[in-house]
C-alpha cells in the first residue's frame, strides 16, 4: 500500500520546513503554514519504521471537522483543508507547552498511579482509583518538550510560570480554552457512544497576538476513546475498556518489549498487522465522525498533494 512517510516539497516562497513526529509543516512567506499529515505512526515518541495506510487522511479530516466544530468557543488557526492530507492555516508561534486534560485515570497517568504516585504535574489523584475510573473532575495535567531531543515531558502548571514559558496571563487563557474544548468534545463523542476519556491541545499566538487552536484535535493519535456502552459494567468486572486510540499500539509494543528506552528494538510490524492498525483507524473514523470513511486516491499520493497545494496557493495569492 503507497504510504506517505516523508515529503520533500519546495513551494513558491517556501522559508522552511519542519519535520514532526507525525506531520510535516511548510512555512510560505512567513504567512501561511502548510501541514501535511503523513502516514507515519509515533508511540513512546519514536517514529515506527512503516507507514500506516490511510491514517494522516484520517487525523487531517477528524481534525478538520473538530475545527470546525469548535471554532465557536475557541479561535483556531485553519484556512483550508486544499487536500485529504493537507490543513493550511495562519503562522502561529506555538506555546512551548502542550495542554493535555484527563477526565479518567488511563495510560500515562494509570501507569503513573500504579506505581504509588498520587500527584501528575503537581495535580493531586485521589486514593481508592481503578484503572479507568472518571475523576471526580477532568484534570489538566501539561506537558512540555525535553531540552534533548524530542520527547515529552510532565510539567506543573507552577513550574510553567515560575520559569516563565507561558506568562499568567496567557496560561490562563488556556486553561480556559483547554476545559471548553474538552467539554465541547465530551458532548460530541457521548453523541456518537463514545467517551473521550483524555486528550491533549496545542496552542500557538498569531502576529497580531490572538492565542488559537493549532495543529490537531480530537483525533486518535491525541486522543483516548471508550466506546460508552457497557464502561460502567467492564468497570465493576475490573475488566480492560474496549477503546478506539493510539494505546492498542503502545500496548502491542509493551508486550513485545518495547517502551522506547535505551537498547530496546523496535518488534517487527508486519505487513498483517500493519493492516490491522489501519482498520483500527478507520474504525475510530467512522465512530466518531459518524459516517463511512472514503479512502483517498494513493496512487500518486504525492503528485496529489502537490497539484492541490500549488492550486490554493495560487488561488490564495491572487
Request: charged share 25%; net charge negative; aromatic share 10%.
Amino acid at each position: 500500500m503507497n504510504t506517505i512517510t516523508q515529503t520533500d516539497f519546495n513551494f513558491p516562497n517556501q522559508k522552511s520546513v519542519y519535520h514532526g513526529k507525525v506531520r510535516e509543516v511548510y512555512n510560505i512567506n512567513d504567512q501561511l503554514l502548510v501541514m501535511i499529515a503523513t502516514d507515519r505512526l509515533s508511540a513512546f515518541d519514536v517514529v515506527m519504521p512503516k507507514g500506516i495506510p490511510y491514517k494522516g487522511q484520517i487525523l487531517n479530516q477528524i481534525a478538520t471537522q473538530f475545527m470546525q466544530n469548535t471554532q465557536d468557543i475557541v479561535p483556531n488557526w485553519l484556512i483550508a483543508t486544499p487536500d485529504p492530507n493537507v490543513a493550511v492555516g495562519h503562522l502561529c508561534e506555538p506555546f512551548k507547552v502542550e495542554m493535555v486534560i484527563r477526565g479518567y485515570l488511563s495510560g500515562h497517568a494509570a501507569r503513573e498511579y500504579a506505581l504509588g504516585k498520587r500527584v501528575l504535574c503537581g495535580v493531586i489523584m485521589e486514593d481508592g482509583l481503578r484503572e479507568n475510573d472518571r475523576f471526580a473532575e477532568p484534570i489538566i495535567t501539561p506537558s512540555t518538550k525535553a531540552d534533548l531531543g524530542n520527547h515529552d515531558e510532565d510539567i506543573s502548571r507552577e513550574d510553567i510560570l515560575s520559569k516563565a514559558i507561558v506568562s499568567e496571563e496567557d496560561y490562563l487563557v488556556l486553561e480556559q480554552y483547554t476545559r471548553a474544548l474538552y467539554q465541547r468534545g465530551t458532548e460530541i463523542a457521548a453523541s456518537r457512544g463514545l467517551i473521550l476519556v483524555d486528550t491533549k491541545y496545542e496552542f500557538g499566538k498569531t502576529k497580531d497576538g490572538k492565542i488559537v487552536l493549532i495543529d490537531e484535535i480530537h483525533t486518535p493519535d491525541s486522543s483516548r476513546y471508550f466506546y460508552a456502552e457497557g464502561y460502567q459494567e467492564r468497570q465493576n468486572n475490573g475488566e480492560q475498556q474496549k477503546q478506539l486510540s493510539k494505546e492498542f499500539v503502545r500496548q502491542w509494543l509493551i508486550a513485545n518489549n518495547f517502551q522506547g528506552k535505551e537498547g530496546q528494538v523496535v518488534p517487527e510490524m508486519t505487513d498483517q498487522y500493519i493492516q490491522t492498525v489501519s482498520e483500527r483507524y478507520i474504525e475510530l473514523y467512522e465512530k466518531i465522525m459518524g459516517e463511512t470513511f472514503q479512502k483517498a486516491d494513493v496512487a500518486n499520493i504525492l503528485e496529489r498533494i502537490e497539484k492541490n497545494v500549488l492550486a490554493f496557493l495560487a488561488d490564495y495569492k491572487n
